[in-house]
């Protein structure tokens, strides 16, 4: 059964940072591009960023070019987010996900970015 854990969010001040986690399992990490996307209160959920399987290819949305940094640890089966220097505006809950098959999603973690 694939289950992905997404963890590591709360309330941040403006300009600091977070590191969120997001535990996968019933499936081979390594095998996957891992995605973090994110909701905002009554928006659309948005890509923020990928990572390919085996080279580690990266991919941004402009809005977090240079801020965030996403890595993957295929031994933990773990993907993670760093986010730094925080905007208001990036308040949202944040989700992970796997391509090809995506669609399982978990229950995200709730980033909040106070001003």
């Known amino acids: 059964q694939v289950q992905l854990v997404e963890s590591g969010g709360g309330l941040v001040q403006f300009g600091g940072s977070l590191r969120l986690s997001c535990a996968a399992s019933?499936?081979?990490?390594?095998?996957?591009?891992m995605r973090w996307y994110r909701q905002a209160p009554g928006k659309e959920r948005e890509l923020v960023v990928s990572?390919?399987?085996?080279?580690?290819?990266?991919t941004y949305a402009d809005s977090v070019k240079g801020r965030f940094t996403i890595s993957r640890d295929n031994a933990k089966s773990t993907v993670y987010l760093q986010m730094n220097s925080l905007k208001p505006e990036k308040t949202a809950v944040y989700y992970c996900?796997?391509?090809?098959?995506?669609?399982?999603w978990g229950q995200g973690t709730q980033v909040t970015v106070s001003s």
């Open positions: 996900d796997r391509y090809p098959a995506p669609g399982n």
């Open positions: 019933g499936f081979v990490l390594s095998s996957y591009t």
């Open positions: 990572i390919s399987p085996f080279v580690g290819s990266t």
